[in-house]
């Protein structure tokens, strides 16, 4: 494991031992520190932060920790880590604060495709950075935003020109190994109109003692795009994960995004989607699993801004041992939006009496010809279903296993690509197999 | 279905009473069914038909308050369910459950593994299965559905005549496995059943109405009211019961109306 660097908390003297790659990223620093020096923790008394208690987050993390050199990276043992990764179009790897590797299939390049670390982009494609940082999640947002503002280093940047279509996925991997040490994974997608593309991002790391990853992802889809968007969590214990997503879509783009999380000790997960022009879908599904003492905190946003436009939002998870989950949706129709089309579920599934999991769904409508609705359920397995399963000779813990499972193909039969499918399978195996 | 020569599986329900939330259902049964052997249980509704099937197979939610239910000899009612199903004892659902994401063919294999042992290979498996949709005619879509969701009522009924088959018990219950059905569904559900009637089978056939008897022919006719079995007899009391009706056997037995004891 490598040791964090003696530097703790994030103040003006932190910040001057960052390099900035442009000068335009040096002001937004600066702009984010004040920000973040400005701004309060979130207090549990608004209603964005009412699940979730971080006055009492210590933040004498480590602002930057290496990657290392090429040398001492163990790039296997990294991808090993992050399990299967099946055919990729471009895969960067991002170790702690640095990235340390970048592949783009040869050809893709040739097409405008544009893949990889997000300062080198900010010096190389200003035209294509500038506009686009900050602009869906600005620094400040919160606290915590302006922190990642302020310090964020690494990240991925991936343009994709106009009518280009990426068949195979791109993916970043984040891999975090450093204890004491705060990461700010920065994940910036750019679609042009009538591209196509469809984008991993998978945060991994062992277990640590503490460290915390403020992420935001930020996704603009052009018109007429066809963007998939799939972020896999699993931060080991001791990790405190904040991560903002924020998409538009464009004129008839189609967005599908997923999120899945299994990891951290601490996650707070907002999924945001801005319909921003006519014509645009947006699918949001969302899958997880706590176990022990995880706390999640999942929030999501359907902003409908433009009329005939068309979300459906999906999330489904299951709590274990003494965790505890609470999913909050918001679908916000704005007064243009006529015609509207928008769905919002969300179904809990409770496998131990200490656990407890609230699902709570907000309509906020304010054109008048809209089609809206939402369902939510937190419940335990459905006994009826149990003793059916076991009036056919299956033992309890096998029929327990096998509602769980298929509780959670309802999502999975919706994931287009079949390694997240599996993988997720393979997780939601290993929750149940474990203790708590 | 192997045709070996073993002792008779035989489900002895013996001075059973059983209540729910309190309130007596069962009143003292006593039922014996044989392998190879068709009873039908009828009543009219209320009269603690269904219990009985559930109690036998140990759904949550009934006390048994005295009696025992033995199969094959053993005391199954401290068995879980899961241990009865496995022991040989079938029990088709009157409202068949909805799993949803579990197809029907993962839910049978893994029944079906449960029941066998884990020696069963996924080939034997798909081949006995196969074997038994045929018998039924029951489609290939069917089985990757995802168990009882979306299904018609005749659809359910046929899956838990599927599962019959596929599982093959010693002793099954049918809860009124025709009720809710059109003539076209009752038909093909009762062919199916009427199928798997034989001498490995021991049928326990719960009914409101004679009209599944038309195409099961019961060896042996049992009449329910108010949680006792006041009338045993053969294939002829079916057809009795369905020129009288239960009202008429009511007052010839001086049984009053509302739960009160036999005179």
Redesign the interface.
């Known amino acids: 494991m490598e040791p964090a660097t003696k530097v703790q908390g994030f103040d003006e003297e932190a910040l001057s031992a960052l390099s900035s790659s442009t000068l335009f990223v040096e002001a937004l620093r600066k702009q984010a520190l004040e920000e973040f020096l400005a701004l309060p923790i979130p207090s549990q008394e608004t209603e964005e932060w009412r699940y979730t208690d971080l006055s009492d987050l210590d933040l004498s993390f480590a602002p930057f920790a290496p990657g290392g050199d090429a040398e001492s990276l163990n790039r296997g043992k990294i991808l090993q880590a992050a399990g299967v990764v099946g055919e990729r179009a471009g895969l960067q790897i991002q170790r702690n604060s640095e990235v340390v590797s970048t592949q783009l299939t040869e050809g893709l390049g040739a097409k405008g495709v544009i893949f990889g670390d997000l300062d080198r982009a900010a010096e190389e494609h200003p035209e294509l950075v500038e506009p686009h940082l900050h602009a869906l999640v600005p620094t400040s947002r919160t606290k915590f935003t302006a922190l990642h503002g302020a310090f964020r280093t690494g990240g991925t940047f991936l343009y994709v020109p106009p009518a280009v279509t990426v068949e195979l996925p791109l993916q970043t991997l984040t891999y975090l190994d450093a204890d004491g040490a705060a990461v700010f994974p920065h994940t910036l997608i750019v679609v042009g109109q009538d591209a196509e593309v469809t984008f991993i991002d998978r945060y991994v790391s062992p277990a640590l003692s503490r460290a915390l990853s403020v992420g935001i992802t930020e996704i603009h889809a052009g018109a007429a795009s066809r963007v998939r968007y799939v972020s896999i969590q699993e931060w080991g214990d001791g990790v405190t994960h904040l991560g903002v997503q924020r998409a538009r879509t464009g004129r008839d783009t189609e967005l599908r995004t997923v999120a899945i999380g299994f990891g951290a000790s601490l996650a707070r997960a907002e999924a945001e989607t801005e319909l921003a022009e006519p014509g645009g879908f947006s699918e949001m599904l969302g899958v997880f699993f706590a176990d022990g003492t995880q706390h999640f905190d999942h929030r999501s946003l359907q902003d409908h801004v433009a009329p005939n436009c068309k979300s459906d939002l999906l999330y489904k998870g299951a709590l274990k041992g003494e965790s505890r989950a609470v999913y909050s949706g918001w679908v916000h129709v704005r007064p243009d939006a006529q015609k509207t089309d928008a769905m919002q579920t969300s179904r809990n599934i409770v496998l131990s009496d200490r656990a407890k999991a609230d699902a709570i769904p907000n309509l906020e409508i304010e054109a008048n010809d809209v089609r809206c609705g939402h369902a939510a359920s937190v419940g335990p397995v459905?006994?009826?279903?149990v003793?059916?399963?076991?009036?056919?000779?299956?033992?309890?813990d096998?029929?327990e296993r096998?509602?769980v499972?298929?509780?959670?193909?309802?999502v999975l039969?919706r994931i287009t690509l079949e390694e997240v499918r599996d993988s997720v399978s393979h997780a939601i195996e290993q929750e149940l197999a474990g203790e708590g | 279905m192997t045709e070996t020569a073993v002792a008779t599986a035989t489900l002895e329900v013996r001075g059973l009473h059983a209540s729910v939330e309190g309130k007596e259902i069962l009143k003292g049964i006593d039922l014996t069914v044989r392998q190879g052997e068709t009873h039908a249980l009828m009543g009219p509704n209320g009269s603690g038909k269904s219990t009985l099937a559930n109690v036998i197979m140990g759904r949550p939610g009934f006390q048994v308050t005295a009696g025992e239910v033995l199969f094959k000899g053993e005391d199954i009612l401290g068995l879980t369910t899961d241990q009865r199903a496995r022991r040989g004892l079938f029990l088709a659902m009157q409202y068949p459950v909805e799993v949803p994401g579990v197809s029907v063919v993962n839910f049978l294999r893994t029944a079906y593994q449960s029941i066998k042992g884990e020696g069963v290979s996924a080939l034997a498996f798909r081949k006995h299965m196969k074997e038994k949709m045929n018998m039924l005619a029951i489609e290939d879509a069917m089985v990757s559905r995802y168990v009882n969701q979306g299904f018609s009522g005749g659809e359910k009924k046929r899956n838990e005549i599927l599962q019959l088959a596929v599982l093959e018990p010693e002793i099954a219950i049918l809860d009124e496995t025709d009720s809710g059905l059109d003539i076209d569904s009752l038909k093909l559900v009762a062919t199916g059943v009427a199928q798997l009637v034989g001498p490995n089978l021991g049928v326990l056939l719960v009914t409101h109405y004679q009209r599944i008897l038309n195409y099961i022919t019961p060896d042996f006719v049992h009449v329910m009211i108010n949680g006792r079995i006041v009338k045993s007899g053969g294939e002829e009391l079916a057809a009795e019961l369905e020129k009288k009706g239960y009202e008429e056997l009511r007052k010839e037995l001086g049984i009053e109306e509302n739960g009160g004891d036999a005179a």
């Open positions: 459905e006994e009826e279903q003793f059916y399963l076991q009036s056919r000779g299956i033992r309890r096998e029929a096998l509602i499972f298929g509780f959670f193909q309802e039969d």
